[in-house]
C-alpha cells in the first residue's frame, strides 16, 4: 500500500475495523492492531505463531497519551520521553487497568513507545490511538527491515505500508521503569550511558530475577533457518578453507575483506562501525538464509559497549539458527 495521505487513511480505517497492518518505524518493520481491541490483539499473535504470554509494544502518536496507557509513571519516564520520544526506546511501566491483557501478556506492566518513523507517525496521528506491534515477521524468524522481507513472511494479503528500508534496523532498547531500579531489559540503540545522562543513574543490566517478561527476551530469537556459527576474524580463513575442500558452501557476514582472492563462499560484506551493522544485519542474514548455503558464519564483531546490541541479536539468532519452529 502506498504511504500517502490516500494509503494511510485506508491503513487507519483496516485499523479500526479489526484487521491487522504493518507499517515500517526506524527499528524494523511492526505488525499492528488496535491495541484496545482484544479480538484484533490476538490475530497478531495467529498470524506470527507468538506464544500468548509474551508482551507485545504500543506504539503511541506522542508522549501525552502515556497517562492513558500507564499509572504510576516516574518523573525518570516523562524525562525520557522527552528526551528521545519519537525514537528506538520502549519504557515498561505499570499498566493502566483499562489496557487489555492481551497486550501485556497478563502482566501488569506495559512496553511503550512512539517510534520516530514519519510514515508510522503520521498513521499513528490519523488512527487516533496506539497500535500494538511487534515485528512483522513469524515468530522467533529475523526481524523485517523492508517492506518486502514482511511480504515474504505473510504475502500480498496483509495492508503493509511502504516506508523503505528501517534506519536503526533493530529493535528498540527496552528499560524498565516498573520497580524502584531502572533495568535495561534488552539492549538497542538508546544505550545505558544515554539513559543515565537524562536520569542521573545508570540503569542495570537485566541479571535474571523477577523482571517483566518483554519482546525479543528469549534466549533463541531473530534467527535464521540455516545453522550459524560465529567465528573470530583470525580463524576464519581455515574455516572456510575447510569447508571450500568439503565442496560445501558457506554464506559469511564478514566486516573485514575475503581473506582469499577466489573465494566461492557467498561472502556478505557489513559495515565496520557498530550503527551501520546493525542497519545492514537482519537484510544480510536474510540474504544469507536465502543462498542455498550449508552454514552461514559470522565474523565476531568487536565486544566494547558500542557493540552491545549487535552481540545481544547476534547471540539469540545463533541460539535458534537452524531450529524448526513448532
Same mark, same amino acid.
Given at each position: 500500500?502506498?504511504q500517502?495521505?490516500?494509503?494511510?487513511?485506508?491503513?487507519a480505517?483496516?485499523?479500526?475495523?479489526?484487521?491487522?497492518?504493518?507499517?515500517?518505524?526506524?527499528?524494523?518493520? &511492526?505488525?499492528?492492531?488496535?491495541?484496545?481491541?482484544p479480538?484484533?490483539?490476538?490475530?497478531?499473535?495467529?498470524?506470527?505463531?507468538?506464544?500468548?504470554?509474551?508482551?507485545?509494544?504500543?506504539?503511541? $502518536?506522542?508522549?501525552?497519551?502515556?497517562?492513558d496507557?500507564?499509572?504510576?509513571?516516574?518523573?525518570?519516564?516523562?524525562?525520557?520521553?522527552? =528526551?528521545?520520544?519519537?525514537?528506538?526506546?520502549?519504557?515498561?511501566?505499570?499498566?493502566d487497568?483499562?489496557?487489555?491483557?492481551?497486550?501485556?501478556?497478563?502482566?501488569?506492566?506495559?512496553?511503550?513507545?512512539?517510534?520516530?518513523?514519519?510514515v =508510522? +507517525?503520521?498513521? +499513528?496521528?490519523?488512527?487516533?490511538?496506539?497500535?500494538?506491534?511487534?515485528?512483522?515477521?513469524?515468530?522467533?524468524? %529475523?526481524? $523485517?527491515?523492508?517492506?518486502?522481507?514482511?511480504?515474504?513472511?505473510?504475502?500480498?494479503?496483509?495492508?503493509?505500508?511502504?516506508?523503505?528500508?528501517?534506519?536503526?534496523?533493530?529493535?528498540?532498547?527496552?528499560?524498565?521503569?516498573?520497580?524502584?531500579?531502572?533495568?535495561?531489559?534488552?539492549?538497542?540503540?538508546?544505550?545505558?550511558?544515554?539513559?543515565? &545522562?537524562?536520569?542521573?543513574?545508570? $540503569?542495570?543490566?537485566?541479571?535474571?530475577?523477577?523482571?517483566?517478561?518483554? @519482546?525479543?527476551? +528469549?534466549?533463541?530469537?531473530?534467527?535464521?533457518?540455516? @545453522?550459524?556459527?560465529?567465528? =573470530?576474524?583470525?580463524?576464519?580463513?581455515?574455516? +572456510?578453507?575447510?569447508?571450500?575442500?568439503?565442496?560445501?558452501?558457506?554464506?559469511?557476514?564478514?566486516? @573485514?575483506?575475503?581473506?582469499?582472492?577466489?573465494?566461492?563462499?557467498?561472502? %556478505?560484506?557489513?559495515?565496520?562501525?557498530?550503527?551501520?551493522?546493525?542497519?545492514a544485519?537482519?537484510?544480510?542474514?536474510?540474504?544469507?538464509?536465502?543462498?542455498?548455503?550449508?552454514?552461514?558464519?559470522?565474523?565476531?564483531?568487536?565486544?566494547?559497549?558500542?557493540?552491545?546490541?549487535?552481540?545481544?541479536?547476534?547471540?539469540?539468532?545463533?541460539?535458534?539458527?537452524?531450529?524448526?519452529?513448532?
Open positions: 500500500m502506498t500517502d495521505d490516500a494509503g494511510i487513511a485506508a491503513a480505517t483496516r485499523l479500526r475495523a479489526g484487521e491487522l497492518v504493518a507499517f515500517p518505524t526506524e527499528t524494523v518493520y &511492526g505488525l499492528g492492531a488496535d491495541a484496545l481491541n479480538a484484533a490483539v490476538r490475530r497478531i499473535f495467529e498470524a506470527k505463531g507468538r506464544p500468548a504470554d509474551h508482551p507485545l509494544i504500543v506504539h503511541l $502518536p506522542d508522549a501525552d497519551q502515556l497517562v496507557w500507564a499509572s504510576d509513571i516516574p518523573r525518570e519516564a516523562i524525562a525520557l520521553a522527552r =528526551a528521545f520520544w519519537p525514537g528506538p526506546l520502549t519504557l515498561i511501566l505499570k499498566r487497568p483499562d489496557v487489555p491483557p492481551e497486550v501485556t501478556g497478563g502482566q501488569d506492566t506495559i512496553g511503550l513507545r512512539v517510534p520516530a518513523h514519519p =508510522a +507517525l503520521m498513521l +499513528l496521528r490519523v488512527f487516533g490511538g496506539g497500535i500494538a506491534a511487534p515485528s512483522a515477521n513469524r515468530f522467533g524468524r %529475523i526481524s $523485517p527491515t523492508t517492506a518486502a522481507h514482511v511480504r515474504e513472511e505473510f504475502g500480498d494479503e496483509l495492508t503493509v505500508l511502504d516506508g523503505g528500508a528501517c534506519e536503526v534496523g533493530i529493535e528498540s532498547t527496552i528499560l524498565d521503569l516498573s520497580a524502584d531500579v531502572p533495568r535495561i531489559l534488552r539492549p538497542g540503540a538508546i544505550s545505558a550511558a544515554q539513559i543515565a &545522562g537524562v536520569i542521573g543513574r545508570m $540503569p542495570q543490566e537485566k541479571n535474571g530475577g523477577d523482571v517483566p517478561r518483554v @519482546s525479543g527476551s +528469549l534466549a533463541a530469537h531473530y534467527a535464521p533457518r540455516t @545453522s550459524m556459527k560465529k567465528v =573470530a576474524g583470525e580463524r576464519l580463513r581455515d574455516l +572456510l578453507n575447510a569447508f571450500r575442500h568439503s565442496g560445501r558452501k558457506c554464506a559469511v557476514l564478514a566486516h @573485514s575483506q575475503p581473506p582469499m582472492a577466489d573465494c566461492p563462499h557467498h561472502w %556478505i560484506m557489513l559495515p565496520a562501525d557498530a550503527a551501520g551493522y546493525a542497519k544485519l537482519y537484510a544480510a542474514m536474510r540474504e544469507a538464509d536465502a543462498s542455498g548455503s550449508a552454514l552461514i558464519v559470522i565474523e565476531a564483531p568487536p565486544v566494547d559497549a558500542g557493540w552491545t546490541a549487535v552481540n545481544d541479536r547476534l547471540g539469540r539468532a545463533l541460539a535458534g539458527a537452524g531450529i524448526t519452529p513448532r
